[in-house]
């Protein structure tokens, strides 16, 4: 039986209520103002996966270069792939500041040399 603690899930739900998803308890949790625990990730399917470069578990990554590791909404990881370190800046061989992408994700002109070029795409066979 549900307590009278405001706090416990359980509380708001009656015995036979179909079992809220994932992002009904976030969305109820934001609507209450709670941003703490599960409220202070955002419901499943708001922020999708970035798209990029695969980064081989064995390739020496440069300075300025990082794995960024994610998962799907189901907690299933997928591959790593190349991003810029936040605050780094590439420069050109004239050592002019190169532009990075607003989602700092690595485009294949500017991975660093001998990465194998293999694009990671999440939810495509």
């Given at each position: ?37 599960l ?25 300025g ?12 990881p997928?591959?790593?792939i ?8 590439l ?19 500017l ?15």
């Amino acid at each position: 039986m549900p307590g009278n603690d405001p706090n416990d899930l359980a509380a708001y739900f009656q015995p036979g209520d179909p079992e809220p998803t994932g992002a009904q308890v976030i969305n109820a949790l934001h609507e209450a103002g709670v941003r703490t625990g599960l409220g202070a990730f955002n419901p499943p399917g708001t922020s999708p996966p970035l798209e990029g470069l695969a980064v081989p578990a064995n390739f020496k990554l440069p300075e300025g270069y990082v794995r960024h590791h994610q998962v799907t909404d189901e907690g299933v990881p997928i591959e790593p792939i190349l991003m810029f370190a936040p605050d780094f800046t590439l420069f050109d061989a004239q050592g002019r500041p190169i532009a990075m992408p607003a989602n700092r994700v690595v485009p294949p002109a500017l991975a660093p040399p001998g990465l194998p070029l293999r694009w990671v795409r999440v939810g495509t066979p």
